[in-house]
């Protein structure tokens, strides 16, 4: 009998394109497939033969200042998404009674997810991360926005930390709405966000493999390692006539790009412009908001709108990039030294561990400056940084990771009463204590 999957997902194209992926998989796989997504993805998703239910979202948050900050960023994000997680419990209750449903979402989704377990009590719940730092741990390497914690810090100091943060910058944000939402549904309210939310899914899928970010001891269980599910809506998108002109002319250009979500990036492309002229390099500019360009790009520089990266990859020497991690997962099946410029959220983490690889550099947005990124650009073209590409590169040339998620979201469909009954009995879940 097919299953009826639930797909619920939010933020900008690097949080759709991963959980797009899986969805078109399960359809495959010949089940029922509800896609609900931010409304401005529509175009994306438009033309994929997937059940698009738009969620509203409100745009104007790109253009909050306190969106990439490093710790003010989460408020942002939270904020953001309840209009549209307030669809999805009355989506998932209007479903045919005798459907065999599975939630698969955004570990943002999760509070609500777990609302719809309240009415429907045979509902499985499967929680998506995308990247490693959505998933807390005490364990190396911790960092706190763009501060890592040194690795001797005893693990009690670590919790101590975490539990802090918890309350500083996430619990004041989220806590009351989610509780009172509980309380109304006969949950019992959590301590705290960070320390419950996740143990809250009745299983957890990594879409990130183990050679980049292995199993922490304090992950939630039970817990799926996949790969990337490295996905372009038109990955057959031709190169325009001026790229392809552009790319021919000379050597091999650097590509920059600050996130498709990213409105507030004119002075890295300012500092882009003059690093590359400093260097004598070529360069391609990415970026929707042309706004965001300096007014004298020199001849040496283009700018671009939307490029594939998978089609522009192989054909650059280097990508400069926020860390968002679709974007650092595929220079990293091209082979591309990176070097990544965090402004907040998973970013931090995403560079630490292209660096920890050998396959970039780093260097923290707020100290971003012409000089400075002259200077990391120099260090990619390295040929220890070349061999290490190379060598992660080859780590892609496995079978497809989608293949073992449908399997698995397929048995969880089938399983018996959920594994964490108790610690969703007590708002506990499998995160720092």
Same mark, same amino acid.
């Given at each position: 009998?097919?299953?009826?999957?639930?797909?619920?997902?939010?933020?900008?194209? +690097?949080?759709?394109?991963?959980?797009?992926?899986?969805?078109?998989?399960?359809?495959?796989?010949?089940?029922?497939?509800?896609?609900?997504?931010?409304?401005?993805?529509?175009?994306?998703?438009?033309?994929?033969?997937?059940?698009?239910?738009?969620?509203?979202?409100?745009?104007?948050?790109?253009?909050?200042?306190?969106?990439?900050?490093?710790?003010?960023?989460?408020?942002?994000?939270?904020?953001?998404?309840?209009?549209?997680?307030?669809?999805?419990?009355?989506?998932?209750?209007?479903?045919?009674?005798?459907?065999?449903?599975?939630?698969?979402?955004?570990?943002?989704?999760?509070?609500?997810?777990?609302?719809?377990?309240?009415?429907?009590?045979?509902?499985?719940?499967?929680?998506?991360?995308?990247?490693?730092?959505?998933?807390?741990?005490?364990?190396?390497?911790?960092?706190?926005?763009?501060?890592?914690?040194?690795?001797?810090?005893?693990?009690?100091?670590?919790?101590?930390?975490?539990?802090? +943060?918890?309350?500083?910058?996430?619990?004041?944000?989220?806590?009351?709405?989610?509780?009172?939402?509980?309380?109304?549904?006969?949950?019992?309210?959590?301590?705290?966000?960070?320390?419950?939310?996740?143990?809250?899914?009745?299983?957890?899928?990594?879409?990130?493999?183990?050679?980049?970010?292995?199993?922490?001891?304090?992950?939630?269980?039970?817990?799926?390692?996949?790969?990337?599910?490295?996905?372009?809506?038109?990955?057959?998108?031709?190169?325009?006539?001026?790229?392809?002109?552009?790319?021919?002319? +000379?050597?091999?250009?650097?590509?920059?790009?600050?996130?498709?979500?990213?409105?507030?990036?004119?002075?890295?492309?300012?500092?882009?412009?003059?690093?590359?002229?400093?260097?004598?390099?070529?360069?391609?500019?990415?970026?929707?908001?042309?706004?965001?360009?300096?007014?004298?790009?020199?001849?040496?520089?283009?700018?671009?709108?939307?490029?594939?990266?998978?089609?522009?990859?192989?054909?650059?020497?280097?990508?400069?990039?926020?860390?968002?991690?679709?974007?650092?997962?595929?220079?990293?099946?091209?082979?591309?030294?990176?070097?990544?410029?965090?402004?907040?959220?998973?970013?931090?983490?995403?560079?630490?561990?292209?660096?920890?690889?050998?396959?970039?550099?780093?260097?923290?947005?707020?100290?971003?400056?012409?000089?400075?990124?002259?200077?990391?650009?120099?260090?990619?073209?390295?040929?220890?940084?070349?061999?290490?590409?190379?060598?992660?590169?080859?780590?892609?040339?496995?079978?497809?990771?989608?293949?073992?998620?449908?399997?698995?979201?397929?048995?969880?469909?089938?399983?018996?009463?959920?594994?964490?009954?108790?610690?969703?009995?007590?708002?506990?879940?499998?995160?720092?204590?």
């Amino acid at each position: 009998m097919p299953i009826h999957f639930v797909v619920v997902t939010i933020g900008s194209a +690097g949080d759709l394109f991963p959980f797009m992926a899986t969805a078109l998989a399960l359809r495959a796989a010949g089940h029922r497939v509800s896609f609900l997504a931010p409304v401005q993805h529509a175009p994306f998703v438009e033309g994929s033969g997937l059940d698009f239910i738009g969620l509203p979202a409100d745009e104007a948050v790109l253009y909050d200042p306190d969106l990439w900050h490093p710790t003010r960023g989460f408020g942002v994000v939270w904020r953001a998404t309840r209009p549209g997680m307030a669809r999805v419990v009355p989506f998932v209750n209007a479903l045919p009674k005798d459907e065999q449903v599975v939630l698969l979402v955004h570990p943002l989704a999760l509070p609500e997810a777990d609302l719809c377990r309240a009415i429907r009590p045979t509902l499985k719940v499967a929680a998506a991360y995308l990247a490693p730092q959505n998933l807390p741990t005490v364990y190396d390497p911790l960092l706190v926005g763009p501060w890592r914690v040194p690795f001797w810090v005893p693990f009690a100091a670590r919790r101590a930390l975490w539990r802090w +943060g918890a309350r500083r910058f996430v619990d004041p944000v989220a806590l009351p709405e989610v509780n009172a939402a509980r309380i109304a549904r006969g949950r019992v309210p959590m301590a705290s966000l960070l320390s419950d939310l996740f143990g809250l899914a009745d299983l957890s899928v990594t879409l990130f493999p183990e050679w980049f970010a292995p199993t922490q001891p304090d992950w939630p269980k039970p817990i799926l390692r996949a790969g990337f599910p490295l996905f372009d809506p038109q990955p057959d998108a031709p190169l325009s006539p001026e790229l392809a002109a552009f790319l021919a002319a +000379g050597p091999a250009p650097v590509a920059f790009t600050h996130g498709t979500g990213n409105t507030q990036a004119t002075a890295y492309f300012g500092a882009a412009k003059d690093a590359v002229v400093q260097l004598g390099l070529r360069a391609v500019f990415l970026s929707a908001h042309r706004d965001q360009m300096p007014a004298d790009l020199p001849p040496a520089v283009l700018w671009q709108a939307y490029v594939p990266l998978r089609r522009l990859l192989p054909q650059v020497a280097a990508l400069a990039h926020h860390g968002g991690i679709g974007t650092t997962a595929e220079a990293l099946r091209a082979g591309t030294p990176q070097l990544v410029v965090p402004l907040a959220h998973d970013q931090f983490d995403n560079a630490a561990r292209v660096t920890a690889l050998g396959v970039g550099a780093s260097l923290r947005a707020d100290r971003v400056n012409a000089a400075r990124l002259a200077g990391k650009l120099a260090q990619l073209s390295d040929k220890a940084v070349a061999r290490r590409c190379a060598a992660v590169r080859a780590r892609f040339d496995g079978g497809d990771p989608m293949r073992t998620v449908v399997e698995r979201l397929e048995a969880l469909a089938g399983e018996g009463s959920h594994v964490a009954e108790q610690a969703r009995a007590t708002a506990g879940g499998n995160g720092p204590q």
